[in-house]
């Protein structure tokens, strides 16, 4: 028969040197002595005023952000990939959304129940005047309305390509505009494609 194993404690009494070479117990993971001395030398760092001084939160917030044309770009982390969002307390990671900071702090507190709305359409904007107090169905509209849909294709004077919406170029059908170069280059490399194919079945040999 086997022998029971019969659990083992740890002496109280065994000690391991910690890196800098003092005596600590084993059932202790710092080093007693070691935090001892940490607390003594931030003590006195702090009484020489050679500590480093923390941020503000006002500062942290402008250290995140950085100009974009006309918006101010918030170049920090993002909760769910389209709004900034700011660590207002570091130790409890308190986080809001960096909009809704820079709005509070420059224009004051956001009525209950209301939202903001990104003018420039850019949602990590955080320009105090490109945002406005909105209701929940405005906001909800404004994003969702055609119009405004419309009126941001209607802005463009170019293609993706570069080529001008305008002169001989702009072919338009009902409300929509289209580049005649980008028209004719498409045509050119379809009938460039199914030239190709037709060659290829001409090549194939007859069966039989």
Request: aromatic residues 10%.
């Amino acid at each position: 028969m086997c022998a029971e194993l019969v659990p083992t404690e740890t002496p109280v009494n065994m000690t391991r040197l910690c890196k800098y070479g003092h005596e600590r117990p084993v059932t202790k993971h710092t080093c007693p002595r070691c935090a001892v001395e940490a607390t003594r030398r931030y003590i006195e760092r702090k009484r020489l005023g050679l500590l480093k001084p923390r941020l503000t939160p006002d500062q942290r917030f402008d250290s995140y952000t950085c100009y974009a044309g006309d918006c101010i770009a918030w170049v920090g982390h993002s909760n769910d990939g389209r709004y900034g969002a700011f660590a207002l307390l570091r130790g409890k990671k308190r986080w809001v959304p960096a909009h809704r900071y820079a709005y509070i702090r420059a224009r004051g507190p956001i009525p209950d129940g209301m939202m903001l709305d990104h003018l420039c359409r850019n949602t990590f904007c955080v320009n105090p005047s490109h945002l406005e107090v909105v209701t929940a169905r405005q906001n909800f509209e404004r994003g969702r309305s055609p119009g405004i849909l419309h009126a941001y294709h209607k802005s463009k004077t170019h293609c993706p390509h570069g080529h001008p919406y305008s002169g001989e170029n702009l072919y338009q059908w009902k409300t929509y505009r289209y580049c005649r170069a980008c028209i004719k280059a498409a045509t050119l490399r379809w009938q460039k494609k199914s030239r190709f194919h037709e060659d290829e079945v001409t090549r194939l040999p007859l069966e039989g």
